[in-house]
């Protein structure tokens, strides 16, 4: 059973190795030379390619390695062949899992590691410039480290659930993108914040940690930034008054202190550093709620077993679904 599911699979297994070990091996000669640097700039097409094929490839095994896996068999009606031998169900399906997860997980993991080691020197240069992304933000986290391996396994029993489910490859493979896109972006927005608990600060607000003021049309100043810490995930930047309660617009004190919006214009230094005094007088601060850098690695153990304990239920529904099947 497992040489009849091999050979059903290595194509498209051998097909995605051979693509990562080609990206590993490009990163494997360019990486030293990134060591010791702190200008990226003639590599930054290949930091973004390197972190589309990290998010892309949990999404391609779902695809073309989980949708099909099952299905495929269903329409052609070649499961029932196995079926009616010494094969149990079970055994037909645990098989498969048994060759496919192993090999959707290993092939992400490789490819992670391979670029969260070749981003490292970048990564360590984003954590000190606020022009760079820090690695625990949403669009390079789910590119690096061990979360990435979840992502693969999930996406892979994902298309084999909606595959059992629909019984048709195409739409079968349609649906299972359009899903886990969508797990994708939900996760990010609604999950991981709140994986470990945000940390809080009221921080004074000065001339010298101002990073944005936004206002409307009318040139009405309706929020400012401050400085976040080095490497942070910022949840919440907002301006709150003495009690607390957030504030927007600004108030009057600094609608005519602060460079607003477009006009080109700056006040004196000095009459900023002033207008700030006198927001904080008024009891106004600035309210941070972030994920602090050193919880890159926790948030990314948590998030991968968070993946892990989706897909073992996947798995589940999977055998449950089986017995259905005619």
Request: contains cysteine.
């Amino acid at each position: 059973m497992t040489w009849l599911v091999w050979r059903q699979f290595r194509v498209p297994a051998l097909s995605v190795s051979a693509g990562v070990l080609v990206v590993a091996a490009v990163l494997a000669v360019t990486g030293p030379d990134l060591v010791g640097r702190t200008n990226f700039s003639d590599v930054e097409t290949l930091y973004t390619g390197t972190l589309l094929a990290v998010y892309v490839l949990p999404a391609v095994i779902g695809v073309f390695w989980g949708a099909p896996m099952v299905t495929r068999e269903l329409e052609t009606g070649t499961h029932s062949l196995v079926w009616n031998q010494s094969v149990t169900r079970t055994r037909w399906l645990a098989t498969k899992f048994a060759v496919g997860v192993p090999a959707a997980m290993a092939a992400a993991g490789l490819l992670s590691l391979a670029v969260t080691w070749w981003a490292a020197p970048m990564d360590a240069a984003a954590d000190l410039d606020d022009d760079r992304l820090a690695r625990i933000v949403p669009e390079v986290f789910a590119g690096r480290g061990v979360a990435p391996v979840g992502y693969a396994a999930f996406a892979l029993l994902l298309g084999v659930a909606i595959g059992m489910v629909v019984r048709r490859t195409v739409p079968a493979m349609a649906l299972t993108l359009v899903l886990f896109a969508a797990v994708q972006v939900l996760v990010p927005l609604l999950v991981r914040p709140h994986l470990l608990p945000p940390t809080e600060e009221s921080v004074v607000i000065t001339a010298e940690n101002v990073r944005q003021v936004g206002g409307d049309e009318h040139g009405v100043i309706d929020f400012m930034t401050v400085a976040p810490p080095d490497g942070a995930w910022v949840l919440t930047n907002e301006t709150v008054d003495a009690s607390g309660k957030a504030v927007r617009p600004l108030p009057g004190s600094v609608q005519d202190c602060v460079p607003k919006p477009g006009s080109g214009a700056f006040p004196e230094r000095g009459s900023i550093t002033s207008c700030m005094a006198r927001l904080t007088d008024l009891g106004y601060r600035q309210h941070l709620v972030y994920q602090p850098g050193s919880r890159f690695w926790p948030l990314q153990w948590l998030e991968l077993a968070l993946f892990l304990a989706l897909s073992a239920l996947l798995g589940w529904f999977c055998f449950r679904r089986l017995r259905h099947l005619s």
